[in-house]
């Protein structure tokens, strides 16, 4: 997925079983959960976009890994509900809290 179209064209060179330019298709989520009959086990998000971090979550199946690199400028949200049904992972709550640091995300480091 991307909004630029030379981008999805050397994904396909490197053989992606499907591209989705989200900005030409409106569409994209019911695509996406189409595609992936209900909903992807993991979304990457590199782009320090708002919305991309914001729609995320929604492309998920249930007790998908969500992995935010880029972090954007702005606030973002998440549904609480779904954090604590644990509908959406975190690859860093795979281990004990002794075991593994949790990761400074964004800047906040998680131990103050």
Known sequence: MDI???ALER???GKADHTINTKSNPDFLSQILELSSGGLHAVAVFAAVKEGV????RMLRTR????????????VSFN???????????????????????PRV???DPET
């Open 4 to 6: 630029d179209d030379e």
């Open 11 to 13: 994904a396909k060179e």
């Open 54 to 57: 914001d729609i995320a979550p």
């Open 64 to 75: 998908g890994k969500l992995i935010v690199v880029g972090c954007p400028p702005t606030e």
């Open 80 to 102: 609480v509900t779904e954090i604590a049904i644990e509908k959406i992972q975190y690859p860093w709550r795979q281990q004990s809290r002794h075991e593994r640091p949790p």
């Open 106 to 108: 964004c800047g906040i």
